[in-house]
């Protein structure tokens, strides 16, 4: 995704997710269902609007704590279909609660999120791409490698000449750390 350096230095919605998150390890796992979330909410629309509505889908998905949001029920699912702050798309509501409760039985089966996918880590994009589809709601092969560039587990987010290639190196993303 060279084109995303190029364009996100010193703008003022993209240049602090390039330079600050993009690409760097994720192990948290409100941070990495947040992730989740929002590539979803991305798919047929712009980055600069998900980043934009980014502060909403957190106010909105209870801080993508994966506890609460595996329990909302129909009121959750309506109220979340009324709020202007996130995208109000039936199909995304539901993955969001459906995949909230495959995370949290992540817990029992790998010990929680992160280590679900170090444990499948290296993967090629092709076979990541199999994997989330037969594990998440509305995971296609954007939204899955956008989702592993994002939180470290696939090269890509920045180019080596990048100056946050660079920054990120000392943080050992997966990607790199089994290269």
Known sequence: MSGYCDVSPGHEWHGPYHDNE?????????KLFEHLILE?????????TILKKREGFARAY??????????YGPKNRVRLLNDSRIIRNKLKVNAAISNATRIRHMRETHGGFAN????????SKEDWVR???KTFWFSGGDITSSFLMGSGYLPGAHRESCPI??????????WLAKA
């Open 22 to 30: 993009y690409g760097f390890p994720v192990r948290d796992e409100s």
């Open 40 to 48: 979803i909410n991305q798919a047929g629309l712009s980055w600069l």
């Open 62 to 71: 209870d801080g993508f704590d994966v506890d609460i949001v595996a329990d």
């Open 116 to 123: 679900w996918l170090d444990a499948h880590h290296p993967l």
């Open 131 to 133: 994997l989330f589809k």
């Open 165 to 174: 290639f660079e920054k990120i190196r000392p943080h050992n993303p997966p």
